[in-house]
Structures are given as C-alpha cells and as structure tokens.
C-alpha cells in the first residue's frame, strides 16, 4: 500500500501537485501549517481539496518547534492543540492526523497529538515505513521492496521547485511512472484511509454463527469511534460460492466478487450479513 504526503502546504500544492496526482487519479495527504494558512487566507483552497477527496492534516500552528525537545508545555499546546482548533473551525472536517514538524517528538508532545488527533506517520515507531522522495533510485527500490513485503509505504516531501527542500517536476513525474508501472500490484489512498484501514484491521473482530434457516451470519465489531469508517474487504472460503447469495443485515455492503473459488465481500467495519443458498 501507499500514501502520498507533502508537508508545509507549499504553493506548488494547488499549481503542480495536485493537477499531476488527480490526472493519474491518485489522492494526496497535505500536512499544512494552520498559522500560515490563515495569514494567507487559503482555506477555501484547502477545503477544496478536501471535497474532491484528498486529506488535509495538521503540521502545528507554526513548525517553529521540536517537538521532540520542547519542555515547555504552553509551547507544546500551542503549536498542536491551538492548530487543531484553527482547523477545526476553518476545514469542512477536523484533521484525522498529525504530521510533526522536523519528525520530532516525545511522550509529552504525543500526549497532546493524540488527545484530538488519531495517527501520526512516526508515532507510535514503527506505525508505517517513510521513504523521503528525494531520490529517484532509493524510492525505486524502497517501492519494489515494499510491495514484496506487502509494506505500508508513505512517501514525504514537501514541495515541487518551492518550499524547503523542494523536488523536481521531473523527479516528482519519475515517482508517478513507477507507480503507474505497478498499478496493480500496489493499492494507493490517503495517509488518513490506509491508517484507518490497519487500525480496524488490528481491531475488528468477525463472528460467524448460523439460524434456523441455516444461513451464514457474518457480523463484524469493533470498539472504534465512529470516525473508523474505511471499509473492510471479508474473504469467505470452503463453501462454493455459485450456491450463495449476500444479503445485507446491517450497515453497508460496497461490492462482492467472487475469484478463484472465494467469495469477498468489502463492507463498513461494523456490520453484519447473510450467506443464504440460493
């Protein structure tokens, strides 16, 4: 899997990013710095990206700051908890996750992230494997690596020729060809939605009970709020599933298909659903 992140929320965001990921229907993570969105004025930019699908998250109030070094707590509230409260009153929704400027942290700054946010892409350690986009090459490799190992890939920059440390359009085109040359072998979606997805996975439990009238009942539960709601795909094997048909029990069935005799069945995280003979 992969996710593609830029940080700061750079110009280059809305003039090249975007138009060359939503051209290859890809879908971008944009970690932005809500104390300069608001001295420019862009939240309607942003909240537009959000609309047509790509995830907004919050990179601190000024990215001032380690994190991982700063003792003061009034400084730590400020640059996390102020800057979730200016998106969440400016962002058509609140920031789902964190991005923390320098990749610097500690317990106390966690403490505070995690109160109102949900993910981080370096806490806890471990959680998803960065690759900086800053070489062609090491990216190449990471990514063929990844999909081997079936890695949660999420890749960080922050802009195209602006911004700290920018990356080239012919750089940033490379990286678009390999994913391009793979499309199907690796699934690609916002930071936010493949967080969701492991989450859930990890948390999810699956009953399997049968009636009277000898129906399969699937149900699916967790204990998630309710912002967990990135579908889930159930493969139900041993049966021959030609006999079978799904019915909806409870919340929402996306799709079915059946491959190699195995039914799969992508439904919200908490739901429930009949195999009846036909």
């Known amino acids: 899997a992969l996710s593609i992140t830029f940080d700061d929320g750079c110009p280059s965001v809305f003039t090249r990013i975007v138009p060359i990921l939503e051209e290859n229907n890809l879908l971008g993570t944009f970690f932005i710095i809500s104390g300069s969105v608001e001295k ?13 699908g790509h995830e907004v998250g919050n990179h601190s109030l000024t990215h001032s ?15 996390i908890d102020s800057s979730f409260r200016l998106l969440e009153s400016k962002l058509v929704k609140p920031p789902f996750s964190f991005g923390h400027p320098f990749h610097s942290t500690s317990p106390d700054a ?5 109160k109102h946010h949900f ?11 960065m690759v900086p986009l800053y070489d062609t090459e090491k990216f190449q ?11 949660w890939l999420v890749t960080t920059a922050h802009g195209i020729d602006d911004c700290y440390a920018p990356i080239t359009q012919t750089l940033f085109m490379e990286f678009i060809a ?3 040359a793979h499309k199907d072998e690796v699934f690609c979606d916002t930071f936010e939605n493949l967080a969701k997805y492991k989450i859930e996975s990890q948390n999810t439990k699956i009953d ?26 159930v493969a139900v094997s041993g049966l021959i599933p030609e006999q079978y048909m799904v019915i909806p029990n409870e919340g929402i069935i996306l799709d ?16 429930s659903l009949l195999l009846r003979r036909k």
């Open 178 to 180: 390999t994913i391009n």
């Open 141 to 151: 490799n990471e990514f063929l690596e990844g999909i081997q190992n079936h890695r």
């Open 119 to 129: 993910v981080s892409k370096i806490s806890p350690p471990g959680f998803c494997h």
């Open 65 to 79: 700051y380690y994190l991982g070094t700063q003792l003061d707590e009034s400084v730590l509230k400020d640059e």
């Open 256 to 271: 079915t298909s059946i491959q190699t005799g195995t039914i799969y069945i992508t439904l919200s995280p908490t739901s």
């Open 110 to 114: 966690d403490e505070i992230v995690f």
């Open 208 to 233: 399997i009970a049968t009636n009277e009238q000898g129906d399969f009942i699937i149900k699916l539960t967790n204990k998630l709020p309710e912002q967990f709601d990135y579908p889930l795909t």
């Open 40 to 52: 420019r004025n862009e939240w309607a930019q942003w909240n537009d990206l959000i609309d047509r």
